[in-house]
């Protein structure tokens, strides 16, 4: 049971998050934050000494919510310097220790616990007080609750943070969404609608945490969820790993077979040809699956209106935030026009963000999807809206061109003699002969897919200029040589 001390803190838990929000990778504002809790709630450390509370936090700057999980301590945590948010004086308990919790294993454990339905979460500002609107809902179909043996915090450019946890019988990864919307969260109903129906394309499922917190107009609470715990493949790599290695000629492809090659192919893209295709099946199946088991929808006039409008918004964002692309303006609208009068395939529930760093190469499964949160630049209703699969073709056909992109920057190494910009296109097309193996091959609707691809690429622009100004040259390129190609 949780005590909560009438106490005075000095900095105050809020004052001393604002100081350190700013420079984390999931922090999405641009300026400095200007914080105000909404809410919290607590876990009880089973040896009473670590105090766990998490803070919902609003960004007044930008409306954004942030879920920041906090441990408390009497003294610093043992190789936790770089997770440390600060330190505070508390009247009743004296010095403290404030951390991430996501790096501090007493944390972890109690998580998982809440996530596996084993522990109950407390009342942030009330002692001895349960905490049910937060609640833990273990996956069916995952027999056994995981014992933690050690626990890491996921490193690499992330919109969430996930934690990879040692445990028996098996490692898991627990993801705390860091930003928080009312509804359901797309990474969780999703990949568990796969793993209910048995598919062997996304890890296992084991457990979500369902929150609530307070709105910012005071009045009643949001209701979303805060966490996933899944299934960890350990001995994997991404895709996007994969396909650099791949496309520079490096180390040759775990488990790749040959295929039908032609003289004029350089090995490296016979091997990789024969993984994208299957990358394309993979895709069409996930695809397949999703229309399965949840709702689809004919794309009439209305809806195909209500996409391209979408389009059209967010080419607008990107003309507006990106001055080169004033050169492209009306041939993108030309292209748009065209994408209007196209004939649209049934709309369904997509993965929404698919790109090669959202795939997993494991050796004992062949490609895995992660991460069906959906682009983080879009509102949660929309992430939940049917979509087009094409999106999801897109997504992956730009992900390859951006490898092409990497490697011909300034300073990139490939091994003598390779072209990347024909393994680009050699990768791209396999992917697409295998997504046509099992579904429409997508170049029959092909200045509907041109539109998704350039949509992306729109998106890219944004995203680029937004957090990684140095690599906005790669979709804009991209984006030239488009429409350059593109006859709508
Ligand atoms: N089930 C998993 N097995 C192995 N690695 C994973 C798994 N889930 C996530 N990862 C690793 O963690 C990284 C971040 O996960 P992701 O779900 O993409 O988070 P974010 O939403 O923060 O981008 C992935 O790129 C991958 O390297
Ligand atoms: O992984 P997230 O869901 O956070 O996705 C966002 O970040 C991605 C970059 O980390 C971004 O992807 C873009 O860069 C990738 C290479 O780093 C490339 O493979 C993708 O094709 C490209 O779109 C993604 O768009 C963004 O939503």
């Not at 919510?65 to 009247?91: C, F, I, K, N, W």
Request: glycine share 8%; net charge negative.
């Amino acid at each position: 049971m949780a005590t909560v001390h009438d106490a005075t803190l000095s900095p105050g838990k809020v004052e001393l998050v604002a100081g350190w929000i700013g420079a984390q990778r999931w922090y999405t504002g641009t300026g400095r934050p200007r914080l105000r809790a909404l809410d919290s709630w607590r876990l009880d450390d089973p040896a009473g000494e670590v105090g766990i509370e998490t803070l919902v936090l609003l960004d007044e700057v930008d409306s954004v919510v942030y879920q920041v999980p906090l441990t408390y301590r009497g003294a610093p945590l043992e190789g936790g310097g770089a997770a440390l948010v600060g330190e505070m004086d508390h009247s009743v308990l004296g010095r403290r220790w404030v951390y991430d919790a996501p790096h501090d294993p007493v944390y972890v454990e109690q998580l998982l616990a809440l996530a596996r339905g084993r522990a109950a979460a407390q009342h942030g500002s009330v002692s001895d007080t349960p905490e049910p609107d937060v609640r833990g809902v273990p996956h069916p179909t995952w027999p056994n609750d995981p014992v933690v043996r050690s626990s890491r915090v996921h490193g690499g450019e992330q919109s969430n943070t996930s934690v990879v946890v040692d445990a028996t019988p098996s490692p898991v990864v627990v993801k705390i969404f860091r930003t928080l919307a009312a509804g359901d969260n797309p990474d969780i109903t999703l990949q568990e609608a796969l793993a209910q129906a048995q598919s062997p394309f996304v890890p296992a499922s084991i457990g979500h945490v369902e929150g609530a917190w307070t709105r910012p107009d005071g009045e009643q609470r949001d209701h979303g969820q805060i966490a996933f715990v899944q299934e960890y493949l350990a001995d994997s790599t991404d895709a996007w790993q994969v396909g650099l290695e791949q496309a520079a000629g490096g180390t040759p492809l775990r488990g790749a077979h040959a295929v039908r090659g032609t003289h004029s192919v350089a090995p490296q893209d016979i091997a990789f040809a024969d993984r994208a295709r299957e990358l394309g099946r993979v895709t069409a199946q996930v695809h397949s699956t999703l229309a399965r088991v949840l709702p689809t929808r004919t794309a009439d006039a209305a809806a195909v209106s209500e996409h391209v409008g979408r389009m059209r918004r967010r080419a607008g964002i990107a003309l507006g935030e990106v001055p080169a692309l004033a050169a492209h303006e009306g041939q993108i609208n030309r292209l748009l026009r065209a994408a209007e009068k196209a004939d649209w395939p049934v709309l369904q529930r997509i993965h929404g963000d698919l790109h090669l760093g959202q795939v997993l190469d494991s050796p004992r499964r062949g490609w895995v999807l992660i991460d069906f949160e959906g682009e983080p630049l879009r509102p949660l209703a929309e992430r939940n809206a049917l979509d087009s699969p094409l999106r999801d073709v897109a997504g992956l056909l730009r992900s390859l061109d951006y490898v092409a992109g990497t490697l011909t920057r300034p300073g990139a190494r490939t091994a003598p003699g390779v072209d990347v910009r024909q393994w680009c296109t050699r990768a791209q097309e396999a992917f697409l002969d295998g997504y046509g193996e099992i579904d429409t091959d997508p170049r029959e609707r092909e200045t509907l897919l041109t539109a998704f691809v350039l949509d992306k690429a729109l998106y890219e622009v944004i995203y680029e200029a937004r957090n990684r100004p140095s690599w906005l040259p790669l979709p804009l390129e991209a984006i030239d040589r488009l429409l350059k190609e593109a006859h709508p």
